[in-house]
Protein backbone atom coordinates (compact mmCIF):
# COMPACT_ATOMS: atom_id res chain seq x y z
CA UNK A 1 0.00 0.00 0.00
CA UNK A 2 1.18 3.44 -0.60
CA UNK A 3 1.82 5.36 2.50
CA UNK A 4 -0.74 7.22 3.97
CA UNK A 5 -3.24 4.74 2.22
CA UNK A 6 -6.29 4.38 4.02
CA UNK A 7 -5.90 1.10 6.14
CA UNK A 8 -2.29 1.46 5.81
CA UNK A 9 -0.15 0.79 9.26
CA UNK A 10 0.63 4.80 9.62
CA UNK A 11 -3.25 5.65 8.99
CA UNK A 12 -3.83 3.16 12.29
CA UNK A 13 -1.26 4.57 14.14
CA UNK A 14 -2.23 8.23 13.86
CA UNK A 15 -5.73 7.50 14.17
CA UNK A 16 -4.87 6.12 17.63
CA UNK A 17 -3.11 9.07 18.31
CA UNK A 18 -5.75 10.92 18.07
CA UNK A 19 -8.12 8.93 19.89
CA UNK A 20 -5.44 9.05 22.91
CA UNK A 21 -5.05 12.72 22.60
CA UNK A 22 -8.53 13.41 22.97
CA UNK A 23 -9.13 10.76 25.65
CA UNK A 24 -6.29 12.47 27.49
CA UNK A 25 -7.76 16.31 26.85
CA UNK A 26 -11.22 14.97 28.85
CA UNK A 27 -8.85 13.09 31.44
CA UNK A 28 -7.31 16.72 32.14
CA UNK A 29 -10.78 18.17 32.11
CA UNK A 30 -11.86 16.03 34.84
CA UNK A 31 -8.88 17.36 36.75
CA UNK A 32 -8.52 20.45 36.06
CA UNK A 33 -12.08 21.76 35.76
CA UNK A 34 -10.98 24.49 33.24
CA UNK A 35 -13.08 24.50 30.07
CA UNK A 36 -10.48 27.27 28.48
CA UNK A 37 -7.33 24.75 29.45
CA UNK A 38 -9.22 21.86 27.67
CA UNK A 39 -9.70 24.14 24.32
CA UNK A 40 -6.38 24.78 24.20
CA UNK A 41 -5.41 21.19 24.48
CA UNK A 42 -7.95 20.40 21.53
CA UNK A 43 -7.03 23.00 19.26
CA UNK A 44 -3.08 22.26 20.29
CA UNK A 45 -3.44 18.67 19.68
CA UNK A 46 -5.97 19.36 16.41
CA UNK A 47 -3.33 21.84 15.29
CA UNK A 48 -0.70 19.26 14.95
CA UNK A 49 -2.45 16.56 14.09
CA UNK A 50 -3.85 18.84 10.92
CA UNK A 51 -0.20 19.55 10.13
CA UNK A 52 1.13 15.92 10.09
CA UNK A 53 -2.00 15.03 7.83
CA UNK A 54 -3.70 17.97 5.98
CA UNK A 55 -5.88 15.98 3.85
CA UNK A 56 -9.37 15.81 5.36
CA UNK A 57 -8.55 18.16 8.85
CA UNK A 58 -12.44 17.53 10.03
CA UNK A 59 -11.68 14.10 10.96
CA UNK A 60 -9.49 15.18 13.57
CA UNK A 61 -12.06 17.58 15.24
CA UNK A 62 -14.82 14.51 15.11
CA UNK A 63 -12.39 11.96 16.49
CA UNK A 64 -10.81 14.36 19.42
CA UNK A 65 -14.08 16.29 19.82
CA UNK A 66 -15.88 12.78 20.62
CA UNK A 67 -13.42 11.40 22.89
CA UNK A 68 -13.52 14.24 25.54
CA UNK A 69 -17.00 13.86 25.97
CA UNK A 70 -16.99 9.94 26.25
CA UNK A 71 -14.26 10.59 28.48
CA UNK A 72 -16.16 12.76 30.55
CA UNK A 73 -18.66 10.88 31.06
CA UNK A 74 -17.13 7.19 31.98
CA UNK A 75 -15.23 9.65 34.72
CA UNK A 76 -18.98 10.52 35.65
CA UNK A 77 -19.59 6.54 36.01
CA UNK A 78 -15.87 5.49 37.31
CA UNK A 79 -14.62 8.24 39.00
CA UNK A 80 -15.47 8.52 43.29
CA UNK A 81 -15.68 12.46 42.35
CA UNK A 82 -17.96 12.61 39.48
CA UNK A 83 -17.93 16.11 37.53
CA UNK A 84 -21.69 18.28 37.62
CA UNK A 85 -24.14 18.23 34.31
CA UNK A 86 -22.81 21.35 33.51
CA UNK A 87 -19.07 19.97 33.05
CA UNK A 88 -20.47 17.18 30.97
CA UNK A 89 -22.22 19.19 27.93
CA UNK A 90 -19.44 21.59 28.13
CA UNK A 91 -16.93 18.99 27.07
CA UNK A 92 -19.19 18.96 23.46
CA UNK A 93 -17.90 22.80 23.04
CA UNK A 94 -14.46 20.99 22.32
CA UNK A 95 -15.47 21.12 18.75
CA UNK A 96 -15.17 24.56 18.11
CA UNK A 97 -11.57 24.98 18.74
CA UNK A 98 -10.67 21.67 17.84
CA UNK A 99 -12.13 23.17 14.27
CA UNK A 100 -9.72 26.61 14.05
CA UNK A 101 -7.29 24.01 15.30
CA UNK A 102 -7.45 21.57 12.41
CA UNK A 103 -7.87 23.69 9.50
CA UNK A 104 -5.10 26.33 11.03
CA UNK A 105 -2.71 22.98 10.96
CA UNK A 106 -3.73 21.97 7.45
CA UNK A 107 -3.46 25.79 6.43
CA UNK A 108 0.02 25.85 7.86
CA UNK A 109 0.96 22.87 6.17
CA UNK A 110 0.10 24.09 2.73
CA UNK A 111 2.22 27.74 3.24
CA UNK A 112 5.00 25.50 4.41
CA UNK A 113 4.64 23.18 1.53
CA UNK A 114 4.39 26.05 -0.60
CA UNK A 115 6.87 28.09 0.76
CA UNK A 116 9.66 24.85 0.52
CA UNK A 117 8.56 24.34 -2.92
CA UNK A 118 9.59 27.95 -4.15
CA UNK A 119 13.14 27.23 -2.90
Keep these: MPEGAPGSKRDTLIY ?40 RPWRWVAIIGVCVPISVVLGYFVLVERPDRAQVWESFLAFFPGIAGAYGGALMRQAIDNILKGN
Design 16 to 55: ALAAAAGLFTGWVDLRVHDLLFTALLVASFCMLLGVLRPA
